[in-house]
């Protein structure tokens, strides 16, 4: 199985400043990678898949990338709405996994 | 707007079988562009894909579970169900039904979940 780690465990930024995720991969997944946001109390929400493409509603402060088996999700200048917990997931090959999740808390 | 609403009960006991719906509204399990899936959630924890099943019955499962699950569609009902045997402690979490993009096979509409406690 595909193993995705997640760092840092738990990031704390400012409003208005930018946050970097990252999401490494045990081995190489192409651009099969997905982010979901998590609220507390809520399903997770689809914000970005094939690694960079923003899902239907997901606002331009969201981006992904990629380097490698490395990923990142960036968040361009933090709403008060962005914090919350971040999964990445890869569908490169069965069983689908997810990450562990990263905390986005507010600084 | 595709709408998806788990239903089961939420006390299970040791050893026992549970089982879930999950209605669809606003779309139809019939399509082939879509697939239909389950995820949990242990308390404070990540998520966990349980499996999948396809339009045409087809299914996917996650090998950890150890052969304990079963996905399957009710296209009269417009639904799909997952059963999963043998429960123990650690089966205890927040169970999510969700459609996944076949292009992509990403999950991108969720039902609220459902939360499921296995105890006597």
């Known amino acids: 199985e595909i193993v995705m780690t997640q760092s840092p465990a738990t990031l704390s930024v400012s409003p208005g400043e930018r946050a970097t995720l990252s999401c490494r991969a045990s081995?190489?997944?192409?651009?099969?990678l997905a982010w979901y946001q998590q609220k507390p109390g809520q399903a997770p929400r689809l914000l970005i898949y094939?690694?960079?493409s923003r899902a239907s509603g997901i606002p331009a402060r969201f981006s992904g990338s990629m380097s490698g088996t490395d990923f990142t999700l960036t968040i361009s200048s933090l709403q008060s709405e962005d914090f919350a917990i971040y999964y990445c997931?890869?569908?490169?090959?069965?069983?689908?996994?997810f990450g562990q999740g990263t905390r986005l808390d507010m600084k | 707007q595709v709408q998806l609403q788990e239903s089961g009960p939420g006390l299970v006991k040791p050893s026992e079988t549970l089982s879930l719906m999950c209605s669809v509204s606003?779309?139809?399990?019939?399509?082939?562009?879509?697939?239909w899936g389950w995820i949990r959630q242990a308390p404070r924890k990540g998520l966990e894909w349980i499996g999948n099943?396809?339009?045409?019955?087809?299914?996917k499962y996650n090998p950890s579970l150890n052969g304990r699950v079963t996905i399957s569609l009710d296209t009269s009902r417009n639904s799909f169900s997952l059963t999963l045997s043998s429960l123990t402690a650690a089966d205890t979490a927040i169970y999510y039904c969700?459609?996944?993009?076949?292009?992509?096979?990403?999950?991108?509409?969720w039902g609220r979940g459902t939360p499921v406690t296995v105890s006597s």
């Open positions: 969700a459609r996944l993009r076949g292009t992509t096979v990403t999950f991108d509409f």
């Open positions: 606003g779309g139809s399990v019939n399509s082939a562009s879509y697939f």
């Open positions: 099943v396809f339009y045409n019955g087809d299914t």
């Open positions: 081995q190489a997944v192409s651009r099969h």
């Open positions: 094939d690694t960079s």
């Open positions: 997931q890869q569908y490169s090959d069965w069983p689908l996994t």
